[in-house]
T-cell receptor, first 112, second 110 residues
Framework: GAVVSQHPSRVICKSGTSVKIECRSLDFQATTMFWYRQFPKQSLMLMATSNEGSKATYEQGVEKDKFLINHASLTLSTLTVTSAHPEDSSFYIC????????FGQGTRLTVV | QKEVEQDPGPLSVPEGAIVSLNCTYSNSAFQYFMWYRQYSRKGPELLMYTYSSGNKEDGRFTAQVDKSSKYISLFIRDSQPSDSATYLCAMSTSYDKVIFGPGTSLSVIP
């Protein structure tokens, strides 16, 4: 299947700092990528849809100024968690679609 | 009513058993149906992908979609301890956002 690479896999940051997570589709071009958040023992919750060359579409309740998404090319989307707080600690996963959806390995963010 | 419903389990079976995992959904516009396996602290791994109704088989895995009943299933034959994971059903209307079920936790006991 197609490969989606996400980096970093794990990050610990101090409260108030910003963290950038990268998502790359390695063997196909993705005009649309998706960012999910997953809390322990819960399912994936869609945060936003990232469109190449245009603004992201955020789900209801997701702060667009806090979770900045940039989709600069057909193979790269980034999620920046700005002014991170401990409640932002979670597992963040990106996805890119060909026909099926493929997922990155996820990023475990811990804000201390 | 949630868009996608799935029994969270946990489901525990002996090694070699046939496992049946199911989801129901409410949106009749869903056309793409997927099953993912997720190990702890890892991203979801695509297992099966089906478009519209019907059956699809891949090795020990069989996916079934019944659009008339809004019901999908994943069968695992000859289950192995390495199959122990959380299984997520997912579906979408087109090349759009994917909606996930809450996942079923499966343990295969040696």
């Amino acid at each position: 299947g197609a490969v989606v690479s996400q980096h970093p896999s794990r990050v610990i940051c101090k409260s108030g700092t910003s963290v950038k997570i990268e998502c790359r589709s390695l063997d196909f071009q993705a005009t649309t990528m998706f960012w999910y958040r997953q809390f322990p023992k819960q399912s994936l919750m869609l945060m936003a849809t990232s469109n190449e060359g245009s603004k992201a579409t955020y789900e209801q309740g997701v702060e667009k100024d806090k979770f900045l998404i940039n989709h600069a090319s057909l193979t790269l989307s980034t999620l920046t968690v700005t002014s991170a707080h401990p409640e932002d600690s979670s597992f963040y996963i990106c996805s890119a679609r060909a026909t099926e959806a493929f997922f990155g390995q996820g990023t475990r963010l811990t804000v201390v | 009513q949630k868009e996608v419903e799935q029994d969270p389990g946990p489901l525990s079976v002996p090694e070699g058993a046939i496992v049946s995992l199911n989801c129901t959904y409410s949106n009749s516009a869903f056309q793409y149906f997927m099953w993912y396996r997720q190990y702890s602290r890892k991203g979801p791994e695509l297992l099966m992908y089906t478009y519209s109704s019907g059956n699809k088989e891949d090795g020990r895995f069989t996916a079934q979609v019944d659009k008339s009943s809004k019901y999908i299933s994943l069968f695992i034959r000859d289950s192995q301890p390495s199959d122990s994971a959380t299984y997520l059903c997912a579906m979408s209307t087109s090349y759009d956002k994917v909606i996930f079920g809450p996942g079923t936790s499966l343990s295969v006991i040696p």
